[in-house]
C-alpha cells in the first residue's frame, strides 16, 4: 500500500517549456487535490477533484491545467512554465466526505524549478 | 469564508520543554481542524483532527490540541519537546465539502 505517489521528485524546467506532473493513490479515495508551497504561504490549493469526472479550480489555478484521468489518477501540467511556477507541488487525496470531516492523505511532493 | 491564522512563524524550545503551537481559525459554520506536520523534504502527514466529538483531542508522537470555540482556537501542545519534534507543523479548517485551508505554518526548532 503505497498511499499517495507522485512523479518526478525533482524537475528543472526553461521559461516556456511545458510539463506534467503526475500523481496516483491506491486507498480508493473519491477527491484528489493538487497543492503549491512556497516559502512563508503555507499550501495553496491550485485544483481538486471531488470525484472521478470532476475537478474544479482552487485558490491559484492561472497557468495550471488538471486532468483526472480515472479514480487513481490525477495529473498536473504547465503548458508554459514561468518562473513564478517556481515551487513544491504536492498531491493529496482524500475519501470524500461531503461535510468536509475527513483528512488528505499527501504525496512526498515534486520539488518544481524554473529558470 | 474559512481562514487560519498560526501566530509566530518560528517558536524554539529546549529538549524537554512544553511545546506550545498557536492556531485560531475565523468560520462561519462549526469547524472541523486539523493539524499536520512536515519533516524535511517530506509530505505533510497528519497528526490529529477534531470533528466535535470531544474538545480536547490527542494525536500521534504525544501531541494534543484543545479546540476553544469562545476564543475560536485549536492550539497544539506537547508536555515535553523532543529532538525529533523538529519540523514544520500547519494548521488546516475545513471550508466544507473537501477543501481544507491551511494556515502559514510554524517552524519548531528544538535545542538539546
Known amino acids: 500500500n503505497a498511499g499517495v505517489t507522485q512523479t518526478p521528485k525533482f524537475q528543472v524546467l526553461k521559461t516556456g517549456q511545458s510539463m506534467t506532473l503526475q500523481c496516483a493513490q491506491d486507498?480508493?479515495?473519491?477527491?484528489m487535490y493538487w497543492y503549491r508551497q512556497d516559502p512563508g504561504m503555507g499550501l495553496r490549493l491550485i485544483y481538486y477533484?471531488?470525484?472521478?469526472?470532476?475537478?474544479d479550480k482552487g485558490e491559484v489555478p492561472n497557468g495550471y491545467n488538471v486532468s483526472r484521468l480515472n479514480k487513481r489518477e490525477f495529473s498536473l501540467r504547465l503548458e508554459s512554465a514561468a518562473p513564478s511556477q517556481t515551487s513544491v507541488y504536492f498531491c493529496?487525496?482524500?475519501?470524500?466526505?461531503?461535510?468536509?470531516?475527513?483528512?488528505?492523505?499527501f504525496g512526498p511532493g515534486t520539488r518544481l524549478t524554473v529558470t | 469564508a474559512q481562514s487560519v491564522t498560526q501566530l509566530g512563524s518560528h517558536v524554539s524550545v529546549s529538549e524537554g520543554a512544553l511545546v506550545l503551537l498557536r492556531c485560531n481559525y475565523s468560520?462561519?459554520?462549526?469547524?472541523?481542524l486539523f493539524w499536520y506536520v512536515q519533516y524535511p523534504n517530506q509530505g505533510l502527514q497528519l497528526l490529529l483532527k477534531?470533528?466535535?466529538?470531544?474538545?480536547l483531542v490527542k494525536g500521534i508522537n504525544g501531541f494534543e490540541a484543545e479546540f476553544k470555540k469562545s476564543e475560536t482556537s485549536f492550539h497544539l501542545t506537547k508536555p515535553s519537546a523532543h529532538m525529533s519534534d523538529a519540523a514544520e507543523y500547519f494548521c488546516?479548517?475545513?471550508?466544507?465539502?473537501?477543501?481544507?485551508?491551511f494556515g502559514t505554518g510554524t517552524r519548531l526548532l528544538v535545542s538539546p
Open positions: 486507498m480508493n479515495h473519491n477527491s
Open positions: 477534531y470533528t466535535s466529538a470531544a474538545t
Open positions: 488546516a479548517v475545513s471550508e466544507g465539502f473537501q477543501k481544507l485551508v
Open positions: 468560520s462561519s459554520v462549526p469547524p472541523y
Open positions: 493529496a487525496s482524500s475519501s470524500g466526505l461531503a461535510d468536509g470531516s475527513n483528512e488528505q492523505y
Open positions: 477533484s471531488a470525484s472521478e469526472g470532476t475537478t
